[in-house]
């Protein structure tokens, strides 16, 4: 049923990822002075230039939210619906390694020398992790009480 309480959690972290979709996670300082901003789309310079170096953020975000929204709406199949919460865990796990290699490792092409700090919204999506873990685990209880219900009959 749609109703149940998998269902918000799942509807949450649908909105934590596309709250990150749309914020900044990170920026880039220089001697205290922030010389570049980075979206999961683009790096934003000081010189107001867009660098879209970053669009594999983007690319994981956006299936990861589109899932959300199909997962919500497939309570009819329950293993199916804990199985999209896993792969969502799994994208999202991926975007992380993608966001040290983009934030930590390959910075120096786009804004040389600069030190990479992470903005608060960059957590959105571990957070959005832990909701589908939550999700997760009340998709396989719920599913456990349905085939003890099926056993009695």
Avoid at 124 to 134: G, K, M, N, Q, V
Wanted: proline residues 3%; hydrophobic residues 55%.
């Amino acid at each position: 049923m749609i109703q149940r309480i998998q269902t918000v959690y799942i509807a949450i972290a649908v909105l934590l990822t596309v709250a990150c979709l749309c914020l900044q996670i990170g920026s880039f300082d220089l001697e205290g002075l922030t010389v570049g901003r980075e979206y999961n789309l683009w790096i934003i310079d000081e010189a107001g230039k867009y660098h879209f170096s970053t669009w594999p953020l983007f690319a994981v975000l956006v299936p990861s939210a589109a899932l959300g929204v199909y997962t919500i709406f497939a309570f009819n199949n329950r293993r199916s619906q804990a199985r999209m919460c896993l792969f969502n865990i799994l994208l999202i796990i991926g975007w992380y390694i993608l966001y040290v290699v983009y934030g930590q490792i390959l910075p120096g092409d786009v804004i040389a020398q600069s030190n990479f700090k992470p903005a608060l919204f960059a957590s959105f999506p571990a957070l959005s992790a832990i909701f589908y873990i939550l999700a997760h685990r009340g998709i396989v209880a719920d599913d456990k009480l349905v085939r003890a219900a099926d056993r009695i009959r």
